[in-house]
């Protein structure tokens, strides 16, 4: 089974990010033809600033390496690298109907957001189609958020086979239901749009800020609050073991939850949680050589397969003569 997903540049990847979607990528290795790529050309729908995009592309290739993914049990690179996908993303833009594309919601949220209505961004499903198209894809992993883009890759898929005759697999969505969204600081979705985030790798007095800035009730200690309002509670639930979110799960229940102290005990759960990555990530990114030498193989790997689908498209479609 071919799992692939990617992931924007666009800012630090915070901890929605990774159980949202890195670590399950991760647990991939073990048992799929996994893909990871780094969506460079997606991020320039709102980035143009060449060092952050750079650096950005940079640091997220750590990130991952730093977590545990690894790039000899997959193929990890950045989109740019591997051009084809941009003549995909032509032929497919010439039979995708303009209603498909209009309806995106995400195009609309983002100007609704403050991001420049460029054709770019309006085509970004179009390139994520070819993204997913490309390598054939199985299964693609993505939040909730990115299921309608995951609708037009089908479509396009379909609709091609159906006009040149059968060339792409058409790729199932993997939405991981158990994972709920994970809150930001302010209690909506964690997201780099919202700046609520808690960056992965945030550590010291830095992310101890963060923490104290989580937004709670003003119910006392003592009074019974209900754990599952609480999005301090949703983010310790994803650090503390079992047996001691039951014990403070009583004391929201019965009274006692001291919000200062548990927030507290999520900055020192949080720090450990990824202070091993942390060093890794450190030490990546003191040899961006090393990074660049990986991504290049990835792209490599990539490439391979991109160019036989492309061939196989050119043939397709009278670009071949
Ligand atoms: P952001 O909203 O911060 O811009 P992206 O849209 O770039 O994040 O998301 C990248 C991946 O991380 C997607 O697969 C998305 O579903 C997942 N993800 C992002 N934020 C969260 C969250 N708060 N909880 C769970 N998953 C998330
Ligand atoms: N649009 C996705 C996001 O913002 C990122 C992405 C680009 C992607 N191409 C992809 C995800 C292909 C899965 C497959 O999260």
Redesign the pocket.
């Given at each position: 089974m071919k799992i692939l997903?990617g992931?924007?540049p666009?800012?630090q990847l915070?901890i929605?990010?990774y159980?949202?979607?890195?670590q399950t990528m991760i647990s991939h290795m073990e048992t799929s033809d996994l893909y990871v790529f780094i969506v460079d050309l997606h991020a320039m729908t709102s980035v143009h600033d060449r060092d952050r995009l750079a650096a950005g592309t940079l640091e997220a290739a750590a990130d991952f390496l730093a977590l545990g993914l690894d790039p000899e049990r997959c193929t990890f690179w950045v989109q740019s690298d591997v051009p084809e996908v941009c003549e995909l993303t032509w032929i497919l833009s010439t039979i995708s109907p303009m209603g498909l594309i209009e309806r995106c919601h995400s195009y609309k949220d983002k100007i609704a957001n403050g991001l420049e209505p460029s054709h770019g961004l309006f085509s970004y499903p179009v390139l994520m189609a070819a993204d997913i198209l490309l390598y054939q894809a199985d299964q693609v992993?993505?939040?909730?958020?990115?299921k309608q883009h995951l609708e037009v890759a089908r479509d396009l898929a379909q609709k091609f086979n159906h006009f040149f005759g059968e060339t792409f697999v058409v790729p199932e969505p993997a939405i991981n239901k158990a994972?709920?969204?994970?809150?930001?600081l302010d209690g909506r979705?964690?997201?780099?749009?919202?700046g609520n985030?808690i960056p992965i790798f945030l550590e010291g007095k830095a992310l101890k800020k963060r923490i104290m800035a989580i937004e709670t009730d003003a119910t006392p200690v003592e009074a019974p609050k209900d754990p599952d309002k609480c999005n301090l509670y949703a983010l310790l639930k994803l650090f503390a073991e079992p047996g001691r979110l039951q014990e403070v799960r009583d004391l929201y229940l019965n009274g006692g939850a001291a919000y200062g102290y548990i927030k507290l005990e999520l900055f020192d759960l949080l720090s450990d949680y990824f202070a091993g990555a942390r060093k890794k990530k450190a030490e990546y990114l003191a040899d961006p050589a090393l990074l660049r030498e990986i991504l290049k193989n990835g792209a490599e790997k990539a490439r391979a397969k991109a160019m036989v689908t492309l061939d196989l498209v050119r043939q397709r479609v009278g670009l071949k003569y």
């Amino acid at each position: 089974m071919k799992i692939l997903s990617g992931i924007q540049p666009s800012g630090q990847l915070h901890i929605g990010n990774y159980f949202g979607m890195m670590q399950t990528m991760i647990s991939h290795m073990e048992t799929s033809d996994l893909y990871v790529f780094i969506v460079d050309l997606h991020a320039m729908t709102s980035v143009h600033d060449r060092d952050r995009l750079a650096a950005g592309t940079l640091e997220a290739a750590a990130d991952f390496l730093a977590l545990g993914l690894d790039p000899e049990r997959c193929t990890f690179w950045v989109q740019s690298d591997v051009p084809e996908v941009c003549e995909l993303t032509w032929i497919l833009s010439t039979i995708s109907p303009m209603g498909l594309i209009e309806r995106c919601h995400s195009y609309k949220d983002k100007i609704a957001n403050g991001l420049e209505p460029s054709h770019g961004l309006f085509s970004y499903p179009v390139l994520m189609a070819a993204d997913i198209l490309l390598y054939q894809a199985d299964q693609v992993p993505v939040g909730q958020d990115q299921k309608q883009h995951l609708e037009v890759a089908r479509d396009l898929a379909q609709k091609f086979n159906h006009f040149f005759g059968e060339t792409f697999v058409v790729p199932e969505p993997a939405i991981n239901k158990a994972m709920a969204t994970v809150p930001g600081l302010d209690g909506r979705k964690m997201s780099k749009s919202y700046g609520n985030t808690i960056p992965i790798f945030l550590e010291g007095k830095a992310l101890k800020k963060r923490i104290m800035a989580i937004e709670t009730d003003a119910t006392p200690v003592e009074a019974p609050k209900d754990p599952d309002k609480c999005n301090l509670y949703a983010l310790l639930k994803l650090f503390a073991e079992p047996g001691r979110l039951q014990e403070v799960r009583d004391l929201y229940l019965n009274g006692g939850a001291a919000y200062g102290y548990i927030k507290l005990e999520l900055f020192d759960l949080l720090s450990d949680y990824f202070a091993g990555a942390r060093k890794k990530k450190a030490e990546y990114l003191a040899d961006p050589a090393l990074l660049r030498e990986i991504l290049k193989n990835g792209a490599e790997k990539a490439r391979a397969k991109a160019m036989v689908t492309l061939d196989l498209v050119r043939q397709r479609v009278g670009l071949k003569y």
